[in-house]
C-alpha cells in the first residue's frame, strides 16, 4: 500500500504530532492544502499504526505542566477529558526509612537521626519530611494530572474525526522499509502466527507500507527506532543510552480517603535514597503509586517490583491506600539520556519523534 506519511506508535508524541499535522492538510475551504503524492487531487494520506489493541493504552497516570498540550488545544479544559484533573496541591517529602532494609550511607543514617531527634520542631510525620521547597523542575502548578491511556484516546477521537488521518490499532510494525540508505516506509508484523512464527488460523503476512516520509514515535525502546539507530548510526558523542524503570499500580483509594484529587505528591529516599516516587490523585478516588528505578543504581538482588511493595507500605502513603484495590500494574521504560541519546531527528525519508528522538528531559519534565 502506498501514502504520503506512515507513523510507528501511537503515544503521546504521535497524538501531539498527527493533531498539528490534521489542521494543515486541507484549507479553509477543504481543498488539500497540500497535494497527495500517491493520490492526486486529495490531501496527503496519513496512516499511524499502534501495536496494542486499543489506542487508550499507555502508562496511565502523569503529571503534567501541560505546555505542550497547551499548544496544541489551546483553552482545553481538564473537565473534558476523563479522569483528568488540575493540579491542586503539591508536597516534596522526603522518606525515612520505618524498617531498616535500606542501603543508607553513614552520612544520610546521621541525618535521619537528627531529623528524628528534631521532628518536634519540623513538618515530620509518618517517618516524612516534607520539604519547605518545591525545586523548580518538580514544580507542576496550574498543570494537569492526566491517565495517558485516556487522554490519549481523547485526543485520537479528535484526530480521527474529520477522516483525514487513520489511525490503526492492534497493528505492530515489524521494520522499516530500508532501500539504498533511504527509508521507504514500513512492514507490518504478520498476524495469525503461533508462538513460532509459523502460519496459523487466520494467518495473515505483513503488508509493506510505501510512504515518502516515516515518522518513527513508536517510545524510549522501540523496535523501529532501534533498527534505525543500527542503521544509519548516532550523531558524534551521542552515543549514550540509559533507561530507568518506572513501576506504578493504580489504585482505587479507599472510601474516607482523605486525598483530594489534583493532589500531587513526590518522594525521594525510600524504599532505597536513589530511588523517586509518586502518587498522583485523579478524580473518582482513583490513584497512581509507582517509583523510578535510576539507571546508575546497580542492585542485583532486589527487584523494581519488591521496591514497589515496599514503597507502597511506607506508614506516609500506606494510611491512604490501605483498603484500597488495585486495578491494574505495570512498568515501562524511561530514557534518561536526553541530549547525550538524542538520535538523528530527521534523516533521508525518515523523522523521529517522542522518548526515542531523546527529547525526554527527566530533569524538567513535561
Ligand atoms: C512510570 C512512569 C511514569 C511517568 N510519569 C510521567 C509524568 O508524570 N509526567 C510526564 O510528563 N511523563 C511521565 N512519564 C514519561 C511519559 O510517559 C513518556 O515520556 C511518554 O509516554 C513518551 O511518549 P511517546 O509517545 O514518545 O512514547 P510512548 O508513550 O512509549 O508511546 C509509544 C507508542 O508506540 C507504540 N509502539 C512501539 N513500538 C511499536 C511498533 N513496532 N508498532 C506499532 N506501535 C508501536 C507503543 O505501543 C506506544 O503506544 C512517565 C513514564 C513512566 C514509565
Not at 157 to 184: F, H, N
Not at 311 to 333: C, D, I, Q
Request: hydrophobic share 40%; glycine share 14%.
Amino acid at each position: 500500500m502506498d501514502v504520503d506519511i506512515v507513523c510507528v506508535g501511537f503515544g503521546p508524541a504521535a497524538g501531539g504530532f498527527l493533531t498539528t499535522l490534521s489542521r494543515h492538510l486541507v484549507k479553509e475551504d477543504g481543498a488539500p492544502a497540500v497535494e497527495s503524492g500517491v493520490m492526486p487531487g486529495l490531501p496527503p494520506q496519513v496512516v499511524c499504526y499502534e501495536r496494542a489493541d486499543g489506542i487508550g493504552f499507555g502508562v496511565s497516570g502523569v503529571v503534567t505542566r501541560a505546555r505542550g498540550i497547551r499548544a496544541s488545544f489551546p483553552g482545553i479544559d481538564p473537565s473534558q477529558i476523563p479522569m483528568a484533573a488540575p493540579v491542586t496541591s503539591e508536597k516534596v517529602l522526603y522518606l525515612l526509612d520505618p524498617v531498616g532494609a535500606s542501603r543508607r550511607s553513614v552520612a544520610l543514617r546521621l541525618a535521619d537521626r537528627l531529623i528524628r531527634a528534631l521532628h518536634p520542631l519540623l513538618p515530620f510525620e509518618r517517618d516524612a519530611l516534607e520539604l519547605p521547597y518545591i525545586p523548580p523542575f518538580l514544580r507542576k502548578h496550574g498543570g494537569m494530572l492526566l491517565s495517558v491511556g485516556q487522554f490519549n484516546q481523547w485526543v485520537g477521537e479528535r484526530i480521527m474525526t474529520d477522516g483525514l488521518i487513520q489511525i490503526w490499532p492492534g497493528t505492530p510494525v515489524g521494520s522499516a522499509l530500508i532501500e539504498d540508505g533511504w527509508v521507504k516506509g514500513v512492514r507490518l508484523l504478520d498476524q495469525g502466527v503461533d508462538k513460532q512464527g509459523n502460519p496459523d488460523a487466520g494467518y495473515m503476512p505483513g503488508m509493506d507500507i510505501r510512504a515518502a516520509l516515516t515518522v518513527i514515535a513508536d517510545g524510549p525502546v522501540g523496535a523501529v527506532g532501534r533498527q534505525i539507530d543500527e542503521q544509519f548510526g548516532m550523531p558524534p558523542g551521542h552515543e549514550q543510552r540509559d533507561w530507568a524503570v518506572g513501576m506504578k499500580m493504580v489504585v482505587q483509594l479507599p472510601e474516607g480517603c482523605a486525598l483530594r484529587p489534583g493532589t500531587v505528591l513526590h518522594t525521594f529516599g525510600y524504599p532505597e535514597p536513589e530511588i523517586f516516587g509518586f502518587l498522583y490523585v485523579y478524580p473518582d478516588r482513583t490513584a497512581s503509586v509507582g517509583i523510578f528505578v535510576p539507571s546508575w543504581f546497580q542492585n542485583p538482588v532486589r527487584t523494581s517490583y519488591r521496591y514497589l511493595q515496599h514503597f507502597v507500605l511506607h506508614p506516609y502513603l500506606w494510611r491512604h491506600l490501605e483498603g484500597g484495590t488495585m486495578l491494574s500494574w505495570g512498568a515501562k521504560t524511561l530514557q534518561e539520556s536526553g541530549r547525550r541519546g538524542e538520535p538523528y531527528l530527521a534523516g533521508n525519508g525518515y523523522a523521529r519523534i517522542g522518548e526515542g528522538s531523546g527529547s525526554t528531559n527527566v530533569l524538567t519534565g513535561s
